[in-house]
């Protein structure tokens, strides 16, 4: 199966997509028991929402 952003878009493969979004979302739930839980259910659950919605447009890579 493939989905089709729009038509300027490229293809996106479907099992790619699910396979990076699971483990993202297996990676921030990770990051939450290493730092001892120290957010809320609810707070994580909304990150993770702006998270997966976000459109990226712009990232830049800096050195140390």
């Given at each position: ?12 493969d ?32 909304e ?18």
């Amino acid at each position: 199966m493939h989905i089709v952003m729009d038509d300027s878009a490229r293809t996106i493969d479907y099992e790619i997509m699910l396979s990076y979004r699971m483990s993202a979302f297996v990676g921030v739930i990770m990051y939450w028991a290493d730092t001892d839980f120290k957010y809320s259910a609810s707070y994580m659950a909304e990150q993770v929402m702006i998270q997966t919605n976000q459109n990226l447009n712009y990232i830049e890579f800096k050195n140390r």
